[in-house]
């Protein structure tokens, strides 16, 4: 009778453990504790092992996919191993090729062994930090540019679903995977490379092809009388434009004032433009249009040829202090002017046949030295970007 009660109370606790959520639990706080067919073991501290005394190293998501994972990017009740992730629900829906499998979390991120003496990950080449969780960039950048993250250096990989793309998508590696970002002057990806001045290539001469380019910048006032009033009555508009050079170099100008006069309007900018530091834009041309409210900017300097990287224009808003704290700037709008916004677009060309001029490395007249950043011309022609012709036949 003992004996088949004893077996009975057996069987029972077996169906418990046999049947019961064993998704792999998270970490506790103080100690390496983990849960797997009802079986606890416990170390202290940040051990493992039969006698716990082999150190676990830092995980890290793993740049290997695991098919246990759901595709939406959380964990399921099967096993994952060494994942930290889970849910209390499987995903079972079909699943593709492209759904092969999910990020986890492991142990050095998948990309070292572990020193279980020291707890320290001796990370496979290409990849760094605690945990392995990064890639190297190409020889440290070679001191002209800085190593960020692909969610740092292309805004594409920001995410309104973030963290769940972090797991099952192409957006995966965005915090592990390193890249360059070069200094101005610099590119490749070690930013080993000088960029050689670019122009127009003096011997494409078709009406067709010289084209420059131009910009309109259009202010808008949500309350369509404030900025007309406002203007009517001698007041000013502040705004600033930032301007991104083939260097890479990106330069914000002073504030520039908008009243109601066209011919200072056009000189205002004009001069802000042409005070941009390492000569960003020698000279430029501009014209304005107070009753469209519109200020036209032509990209006409050998050094500015072709399409150009757009404007970015900003109303200096009358709330906007330093990011340090302290004062308001001394150029500021009037409070009423803070729903007034500005656009910037490239104005149309004549027609689809119609294109810009080149803006080329050596205006294509020549072959960059990126070593020192320098065009060695051919025969005939000279100039920073060889746009200069120098014999004629």
Request: contains cysteine; charged residues 20%.
């Amino acid at each position: 009778m003992k004996f088949a009660l004893y077996s009975i109370m057996i069987g029972a606790a077996s169906a418990n453990v046999m049947y019961q959520d064993w998704a792999p639990q998270p970490p506790s706080d103080s100690s390496s504790t983990a849960t797997e067919f009802g079986v606890q073991s416990v170390c202290e501290g940040q051990y493992m092992g039969n006698d716990c005394t082999e150190k676990v190293c830092a995980f890290g998501l793993s740049s290997n996919a695991s098919p246990f994972l759901s595709t939406a990017g959380w964990g399921d009740n099967l096993f994952a191993p060494g994942s930290n992730s889970y849910m209390d629900w499987y995903n079972g829906a079909a699943r593709g090729l492209q759904n092969g499998g999910a990020h986890t979390y492991s142990e050095c991120s998948g990309q070292g062994i572990c020193d279980r003496t020291t707890g320290l990950c001796n990370c496979f080449d290409g990849y760094t930090g605690k945990g392995c969780r990064r890639t190297d960039c190409p020889n440290d950048c070679s001191g002209h540019g800085m190593c960020t993250r692909n969610i740092d250096a292309n805004s594409a990989y920001a995410t309104a679903l973030a963290p769940d793309f972090k797991f099952a998508s192409q957006y995966w590696d965005g915090e592990k995977t390193m890249r360059c970002q070069c200094d101005r002057g610099y590119e490749g990806a070690d930013c080993s490379d000088r960029i050689c001045p670019h122009g127009d290539d003096v011997l494409t001469t078709c009406a067709a092809d010289s084209n420059y380019d131009v910009q309109i910048i259009s202010f808008t006032d949500t309350d369509a009388t404030d900025l007309d009033t406002h203007l009517t009555a001698n007041g000013e508009l502040y705004y600033t434009l930032t301007f991104e050079d083939h260097f890479g170099g990106v330069y914000k100008t002073r504030p520039i004032a908008l009243n109601n006069v066209d011919n200072y309007n056009a000189l205002d900018a004009q001069s802000a433009l042409e005070a941009l530091p390492n000569s960003a834009i020698p000279t430029v041309q501009v014209s304005a249009d107070i009753s469209a409210l519109t200020v036209s900017v032509s990209f006409t300097d050998a050094a500015t040829t072709g399409l150009q990287n757009t404007l970015v224009a900003s109303i200096v808003s009358d709330s906007e202090t330093c990011s340090e704290g302290g004062q308001s700037p001394l150029t500021a709008n009037d409070a009423s002017l803070d729903d007034v916004t500005v656009a910037v677009a490239h104005q149309a060309l004549a027609d689809d046949d119609a294109t810009y001029e080149e803006n080329m490395p050596c205006g294509n007249r020549g072959i960059c030295d990126a070593s020192v950043g320098k065009c060695e011309c051919f025969e005939g022609h000279t100039g920073e970007a060889c746009e200069i012709q120098s014999v004629f036949v």
